[in-house]
């Protein structure tokens, strides 16, 4: 089907990805809560940076389970349900940290909302893969996926007017957690399955359910096969090349994501100076996401098979995260910014295509599950690295992180290279061509 076409059947699937993009913002917006005012928590609670990366840890921990547990419970609940009770669940634990008197509060709470956050992106990853073509999926993938940047973005303003309207931080929690609440009831409204949606027009789930059918060479499972299990998903290269995309390049995002703001007060930067700066990064990330998303469409339209298009994207988003070494140099506060948005902005186009990959190469039944094994590779580097990060910033200085930290990508990239291809069980089972 023409691109033509496909604008005349309807639009309602870019409905759908505007409610995983709020989705997004949302979860982004309960977790940067804590980051962003890392520096007041800090100073109240006489925290060190190792202190404040246990909180980080204990988040990502609980990530990390989550992310294979929840995945394969989303498989199972379907997307609808799936996502309905992640995001209750954590929009009740984001509300609930204003009762955080301390140290092991804190991590307690940010234990729980990890385990509750951890299913957003298989669950989205797996809404992507029922609703769009293979040719806007990347973009697809690329508007919820930025939603993170948004978030992150606008945390900071919002959280400075919150905190000064209430005269402390603890309302800024609960205020920021209550708007899961409203995006349940959206997504309870206006999310079914295309093949049973009550207000897609014919002509576009025509077109969804005729493309899905293309991307399998032959005959597979029905939809009610049983679930292959973990064992036999983790015997696929296929399989190690999405946790290879998304475990090695997210721990240098959760890097900056989690580290920022602290890293601009560790250079002498006031909380007004850092909260204005703080958004740029994600700011960058966001951009990111589109082109990324943009450019491997772009390529599949001109001819490019989606594995081919997808790779390219990889290793050019590895070699701008690069950025970041003269980034850890940078004296000039615009440079330093400037450095860092577009390592961020290359990083988030690997990203996009790191998290296409499960939609790209498995039937939709499986997604979730592969997409949360990826999740849990990436939360237990991550976990690794906010470690690290802790230590030896107390130590020395966030230089020499922010100068190793760009290897990692680059083995992703390679990685991604060598194991997402075709191979002789490509269209079979639960695998699609790629």
Known sequence: MTAQAARAAGRYRWWIGGLLFASTVINYLDRQTLNVLGPTLKTEFHWSNADFALIIISFRLAYSIGQTVGGRILDRLGTRDGLTVTVLWYSSVASLTAFATGLGSFCAFRFLLGAGEAPNWPGATKAVSEWFPRRQRGLAVALFDSGSSV????????????????????????????LGFAWVGMWRRHYHPPETHPRVSAEEREMILADRAAEHAEATPGKDAPLPGWRELLRLRQTWGAIAAKGLSDPVWFMIADWF?????????????????????FAGSGLGNLIGGSVSGWLIRRGWSVGRARRAVVAAGAL???ALIPAAFASSYPLLLALFAFATCSYAALSTMANALPAD?????????VAGLAGTAAGLGTIGATYLVGVVADRFSFTPIFVVA????????????????????SGRGVLKVI
């Not at 303003?157 to 309207?165: G, I």
């Not at 992703?412 to 290279?417: D, E, G, S």
Request: hydrophobic residues 60%; without cysteine.
């Open 361 to 369: 190469m498995f039937q939709s039944r499986t997604v979730a599950s």
């Open 406 to 425: 760009p290897a990692v990508p680059l083995l992703a990239a390679l990685l991604v290279f060598v194991l997402v291809r075709n191979t002789p069980g």
């Open 320 to 322: 701008g995260v690069l």
């Open 261 to 281: 703001a602290i890293y601009l007060a560790s250079k002498g930067y006031s909380f007004a100076e850092t909260a204005a700066g703080y958004w740029v990064p």
């Open 151 to 178: 978030g992150a973005a606008i945390a900071p303003l919002l959280l400075v007017l919150l905190t000064a309207h209430f005269g402390g931080w603890r309302p800024a929690f609960v205020v920021v957690g209550l």
